[in-house]
C-alpha cells in the first residue's frame, strides 16, 4: 500500500511539474517585458526624405509612441504625433493597434501626405501594425517590419 501511494506522490508530483512548465511556457509566449528606447532615423523615399525620431514606452499591454520629425524638401514642415496603443505578442511577433492618436499644434504635415510614407497607425486611431521586436544582447530593441530590420531602438530605464 505505501508502495503505490509513493507511486501516485510521484505521479502528482510529476504533474504538477508538467504543468508549471506548460504555464510558463504560454505566459513566455504571451508576456510582454516593460521597455523603454528611442530611435533617430532617415527615411529615403524617391520623392522625399524623412527625419524622424520615435520614443516608445510600453509597459505590460499597452503603449505610448511619440513621433517627432520633419521634411528635406520643406524645413518648415514639422510632424509632432503622440500615439497611445494596445499591445499584444505571440512570441516575436508584435501586434500593435492604435488606441488615440494625438496630433500636437505644431504638427503642419497632413495626414492624407503622411499616409504615402508612413503605416496607417502612425496616423489614425483604431489601426494596426505588426512588428517583430528583438531584444538583443546589449538591452537594445531591432524592430523589423515585414522582412527587413528596420530599426534599432535604444534602451533607456525604466522610471519606478
Given at each position: 500500500?505505501?508502495?503505490?501511494?509513493?507511486?501516485?506522490?510521484?505521479?502528482c508530483?510529476s504533474l504538477?511539474?508538467?504543468?508549471v512548465v506548460v504555464?510558463?511556457?504560454?505566459?513566455?509566449?504571451?508576456?510582454?517585458q516593460p521597455?523603454?528606447?528611442?530611435?533617430s532615423?532617415?527615411?529615403?523615399h524617391?520623392?522625399e526624405?524623412?527625419?524622424l525620431?520615435?520614443?516608445y514606452?510600453?509597459?505590460g499591454?499597452?503603449?505610448?509612441?511619440?513621433?517627432n520629425?520633419?521634411?528635406?524638401s520643406?524645413?518648415?514642415?514639422?510632424?509632432?504625433r503622440?500615439i497611445?496603443f494596445q499591445?499584444?505578442?505571440?512570441?516575436?511577433?508584435?501586434?500593435?493597434?492604435?488606441?488615440?492618436?494625438?496630433?500636437f499644434?505644431d504638427?503642419?504635415?497632413?495626414?492624407s501626405?503622411?499616409?504615402k510614407?508612413?503605416?496607417?497607425?502612425?496616423?489614425?486611431?483604431?489601426?494596426?501594425?505588426y512588428?517583430?521586436?528583438?531584444?538583443q544582447?546589449n538591452?537594445?530593441y531591432l524592430?523589423?517590419f515585414?522582412t527587413l530590420?528596420?530599426y534599432?531602438?535604444?534602451?533607456?530605464?525604466m522610471?519606478s
Amino acid at each position: 500500500m505505501a508502495r503505490y501511494r509513493k507511486m501516485l506522490f510521484a505521479l502528482c508530483l510529476s504533474l504538477l511539474m508538467v504543468a508549471v512548465v506548460v504555464g510558463y511556457y504560454f505566459w513566455h509566449r504571451h508576456y510582454i517585458q516593460p521597455f523603454l528606447c528611442q530611435v533617430s532615423f532617415i527615411e529615403h523615399h524617391s520623392d522625399e526624405t524623412l527625419y524622424l525620431w520615435l520614443n516608445y514606452t510600453v509597459d505590460g499591454d499597452t503603449g505610448m509612441l511619440s513621433i517627432n520629425g520633419r521634411l528635406k524638401s520643406d524645413p518648415t514642415k514639422t510632424i509632432d504625433r503622440k500615439i497611445f496603443f494596445q499591445v499584444e505578442r505571440t512570441d516575436r511577433i508584435y501586434h500593435l493597434k492604435s488606441v488615440r492618436n494625438m496630433k500636437f499644434p505644431d504638427d503642419n504635415v497632413s495626414d492624407s501626405w503622411l499616409e504615402k510614407y508612413v503605416p496607417l497607425f502612425f496616423i489614425y486611431s483604431d489601426e494596426s501594425v505588426y512588428t517583430r521586436i528583438k531584444k538583443q544582447d546589449n538591452h537594445n530593441y531591432l524592430f523589423i517590419f515585414g522582412t527587413l530590420p528596420t530599426y534599432v531602438c535604444h534602451a533607456s530605464k525604466m522610471e519606478s
